[in-house]
Nanobody, 116 residues
Framework: QVRLVETGGGLAQTGGSLKLFCQATGTVSTTWTMGWYRQAPGKQRQAVAT???????RYATSLKDRFTITRNNALTTIYLQMDNLEPDDTAMYYC??????????WGQGTQVTVSS
């Protein structure tokens, strides 16, 4: 079983920065894809960015200029650097872990609030 621990959310002002952390523990594979998704009140969950253990990244087109996803394979940890934050970035951010042959795992979420 895989568990995800997310940290790093909080309050930022418009134009500010925050960094999110997500570590996978337990029965983690050496081959995985992890990512960040977000859900604002009344809206559907959307993909923000994903990264594989090989370093292959994918971003939501509208966010790739402001958000950067990175990883530490040894720690099975991913990071999301969020710069130039906007009020529309306010949402609950969820970490996701996927590996072949195993069910997807979701974290409990970390709240990001951007004030105008």
């Amino acid at each position: 079983q895989v568990r995800l621990v997310e940290t790093g959310g909080g309050l930022a002002q418009t134009g500010g920065s925050l960094k999110l952390f997500c570590q996978a523990t337990g029965t983690v594979s050496t081959t995985w894809t992890m990512g960040w998704y977000r859900q604002a009140p009344g809206k559907q969950r959307q993909a923000v960015a994903t990264i594989s253990n090989y370093g292959i990244t994918r971003y939501a087109t509208s966010l790739k200029d402001r958000f950067t996803i990175t990883r530490n394979n040894a720690l099975t940890t991913i990071y999301l650097q969020m710069d130039n934050l906007e009020p529309d970035d306010t949402a609950m951010y969820y970490c996701n872990y996927e590996s072949r042959g195993a069910p997807a795992t979701w974290g409990q979420g970390t709240q990001v609030t951007v004030s105008s």
